[in-house]
């Protein structure tokens, strides 16, 4: 399977992840979270926040089982440039949550770690209106 192929698979592998950590099901190793990322991953959030690595971290205990019954939606997801070591892609994803329903269309820069998998290095996310 290519590099774009894997970074292709990982958006909705890291979004399985992150929907069985907010529902609280699975294990409760921040680890298997965090082996996701870049240690120089950031994020620039729909709120036009930045956070890093290290933020989310600290902050990843605290998402646990705070979502329960949330359901995440990928798609339309996309290869906007690919070289040696690095690719930059966009999806979309829906959140179901309480009944609510929210849109988001996200651009990822993945880097290739190769038998390691693909790792989010920068995330930026933007609400759909």
Not at 35 to 48: E, Q
Not at 99 to 124: C, I, K, N, Y
């Amino acid at each position: 399977m290519s590099f774009t192929d894997r970074a292709l698979a990982e958006i909705d592998g890291l979004h399985r992840v992150l929907q069985r950590w907010f529902r609280a099901e699975g294990e409760r190793d921040p680890a298997l979270v965090l082996a996701h990322f870049d240690p120089g991953y950031t994020m620039i959030t729909t709120a036009g926040t930045l956070l890093t690595l290290d933020v989310f971290r600290a902050a990843l205990p605290g998402f646990w089982g705070s979502r329960p019954g949330l359901v995440m939606e990928i798609g339309r997801e996309t290869v906007i440039h690919a070289s040696p070591g690095s690719a930059v892609l966009t999806y979309t994803e829906r959140q179901h949550l309480n009944g609510a329903v929210t849109d988001r269309f996200s651009t990822v820069l993945m880097l290739d770690r190769g038998e390691a998998g693909p790792a989010w290095r920068h995330l930026q996310e933007t609400m759909i209106a």
